[in-house]
């Protein structure tokens, strides 16, 4: 099946620098991506839709200046979380929709120290 | 209001039981139904699909109610290992999904 994969699966990082977080759709070509945050005890909530070769879309309240999105390749996205703070400590996962469904990436557990 | 709006929990229940969730979402723009199953600190899992006519697999069966704007999943004969939260997710076009809250289930022995 299709299979999407995230890196890395955790970080710590200080306050104040950046941190790059990579998604491949590994077996199929995905011109959509899209990219969730997750804080403890809450549900996934949609943070923007990544485009191949176009600019993302953010929800509503998502800062774009912080949370930079880059969809090069249609295999590729990246989300670039910008002068980390606490607050920006979550789980981020990422999303690509195949042919039979929505497929995640494993996700990637942030702390900002 | 939410999006979609799920039964909250958590739902403790002992091995053997069958457990009832529901879920409820307000746009009728809405294109697609799945229940995603997410263990602790993982990423979702998908369960199944959720179509008007109802469907089952295995212990578990999902129903649809458009017009009611309704969805349910049904867990027969509940297994440990069926531990874990079970979200509630509607896609719309060009597959942005929105999900519930989720429901945490624990099964006892």
């Known amino acids: 099946g299709a299979v999407v994969s995230q890196h890395p699966s955790r970080v710590i990082c200080k306050s104040g620098t950046s941190v790059k977080i990579e998604c491949r759709s590994l077996?199929?070509?995905?011109?959509?991506m899209f990219w969730y945050r997750q804080f403890p005890k809450q549900s996934l909530m949609l943070m923007a839709t990544?485009?191949?070769?176009?600019?993302?879309?953010?929800e509503q309240g998502v800062e774009k200046d912080k949370f930079l999105i880059n969809h090069a390749s249609l295999t590729l996205s990246t989300l670039t979380v910008t002068s980390a703070h606490p607050e920006d400590s979550s789980f981020y996962i990422c999303?690509?929709?195949?042919?039979?469904?929505?497929?995640f990436g494993q996700g990637t557990r942030l702390t900002v120290v | 209001r939410k999006e979609v709006e799920q039964d909250p929990g958590p739902f403790n229940v002992p091995e053997g039981a069958t457990v009832a969730f529901n879920c409820t979402y307000s746009?009728?723009?809405?294109?697609?139904f799945f229940w995603y199953r997410q263990d602790c600190r993982k990423e979702p899992k998908l369960l199944m699909s959720?179509?008007?006519s109802g469907n089952e697999d295995g212990r578990f069966t999902a129903q649809l109610n458009r017009a009611s704007q309704y969805i349910s999943l049904l867990i027969r004969d509940s297994k440990l290992s069926d531990s874990a939260t079970y979200l509630c997710?509607?896609?719309?076009?060009?597959?942005?999904?929105?999900f519930g809250q989720g429901t945490e289930l624990s099964v006892k022995p």
């Open positions: 999303s690509a929709r195949g042919s039979s469904g929505a497929f």
């Open positions: 077996d199929f070509q995905a011109t959509t």
């Open positions: 990544s485009n191949e070769g176009s600019k993302a879309t953010y």
């Open positions: 746009n009728s723009a809405s294109q697609s």
């Open positions: 959720v179509y008007s």
């Open positions: 997710v509607v896609s719309y076009q060009g597959g942005k999904l929105i």
